[in-house]
């Protein structure tokens, strides 16, 4: 069982940067895939983006050049670092870890992973 501790959301004013931080409690935290998620007020749970064990990333479209995702394997972390934060940005924030397949392999859509955070609030004011 892996756990996820996320930490880093909080209430920013547009135009600023966040930075969300998970940590697994895993030893063998390299064959993990990670991603973040999301969930706005009256809506599903998205992708944000995804990174592979060796640090292949993926994001979706309306985050791209904003949001970067990084992992340091040596710290069981993975960060969201999050840019030009605005209000459409607010949401729950969520980790979630899965085991990949091959170091190399990121993941999209949520039932592909088994482990979830529990989540951490980003509130982007106009």
């Known amino acids: 069982q892996v756990q996820l501790v996320e930490s880093g959301g909080g209430l920013a004013q547009a135009g600023a940067s966040l930075r969300l931080s998970c940590t697994a409690s895993?030893?063998?935290?390299?064959?993990?895939?990670m991603a973040w998620f999301r969930q706005g007020p009256g809506k599903d749970r998205e992708f944000v983006a995804g990174?592979?064990?060796?640090?292949?990333?993926i994001y979706t479209d309306s985050v791209k050049g904003r949001f970067t995702i990084s992992r340091d394997n040596a710290k069981n972390t993975v960060w969201l670092q999050m840019n030009s934060l605005s209000p459409e940005h607010t949401a729950v924030y969520y980790c979630?870890?899965?085991?990949?397949?091959?170091?190399?392999?990121?993941?999209?859509?949520?039932?592909?992973?088994?482990?979830w955070g529990q989540g951490t609030q980003v509130t982007v004011s106009s």
């Open positions: 990174i592979s064990g060796s640090g292949r990333n």
């Open positions: 895993t030893r063998t935290f390299s064959d993990y895939a």
């Open positions: 979630a870890a899965r085991l990949a397949d091959n170091p190399y392999y990121t993941y999209r859509r949520a039932f592909e992973y088994n482990y």
